[in-house]
């Protein structure tokens, strides 16, 4: 059982950044691919971005693409969301979760295991 836990939420003014990082708690953290999802109240789950398991491929939700980065490292169980230039619309909860397999286009559906989230609030 993979236990992933998440940090660096919180309240921004738009047009700020952020950077979540998620850490893992065991050692076959690089067995994984690795995504980040966002939930707004009243609405799906959906997929931010998400990262290969040695880092060599990324994807992106096109509304975050050229604003947010995902990066991971291996060596110390963590994964990375650098939000930049935030907007209102990006307020959520914002998970991470982690994926025996990988494909670009990951849905909740293909995550096996989740963290409990951290709430980003964007202001206006």
């Known amino acids: 059982q993979e236990q992933l836990v998440e940090s660096g939420g919180g309240l921004v003014q738009a047009g700020g950044s952020l950077r979540l990082s998620c850490a893992a708690s065991r050692r076959t953290f690089s067995s994984y691919a690795m995504g980040w999802f966002r939930q707004a109240p009243g609405k799906e789950r959906e997929f931010v971005a998400g990262?290969?398991?040695?880092?060599?491929?990324?994807y992106y939700y096109d509304s975050v693409k050229g604003r947010f980065t995902i990066s991971r490292d291996n060596a110390k169980n963590t994964v990375y969301l650098q939000m930049n230039s935030l907007k209102p619309e990006d307020t959520a909860v914002y998970y991470c979760a982690a994926s025996l397999f990988w494909r670009p286009t990951m849905s909740p559906e293909d995550m096996h295991y989740w963290g409990k989230g951290t709430l980003v609030t964007v202001s206006s």
């Open positions: 990262i290969k398991r040695g880092g060599d491929n990324t």
